[in-house]
C-alpha cells in the first residue's frame, strides 16, 4: 500500500512538472500577445481568440502526456503495489485541473474540456502499461 502511494504522489509531481514544462514550450512557440495577463479573465478570453489551433493543442498535448509520464512513474515506483491504481492517480489530478481552469476561465473551447477530461486516464494507463513492459523486460534480461 505504501509503494502505491507514493508512486501517485511521485507521479503527480511528475505530471505537473511535465505538463509545466510542454506549456512553457508551448508559450516559446506560441508566445502570448503582448500587453494581456493571462491570470485575468478578460484577457485570457481575448489570448483564446488570438491564439493559433497549435497553441491550443499544445496545452492539451501537455495535460495527456504530463498524464502518460505521471502514470508511468507512478507505476514503476509502485511496482507489483497496485501500478494501475497509482497510475490513474497523477490523471485525475490532470482532470481536476482542467476542470478547475474550465470554470475559472470558461472561455476556453469545449474541444479543449473534452479532450482534457478524456485523455489522461488512457494516457496513464498507457504510462503504466509502458513502465509494466520496462520492469517485465528487465527481469527477462537479467
Known sequence: MGRTILGA???IVVAMLT????????????APPPGLNPMVADDMARILALQPFGALLFVVAAWALGAFEGGMVAALVA?????????VVPALVVMAGVVGMMVMMPSHPRWMAVAGLLLPIPAALAGCSVAM????RRRVAG
Open 19 to 30: 505538463i509545466t514544462l510542454v506549456e512553457w514550450a508551448g508559450h516559446q512557440v506560441y
Open 9 to 11: 504522489v511521485i507521479g
Open 133 to 136: 513492459a520496462m520492469r517485465k
Open 79 to 87: 511496482r507489483e503495489n497496485r501500478p494501475r491504481i497509482a497510475a
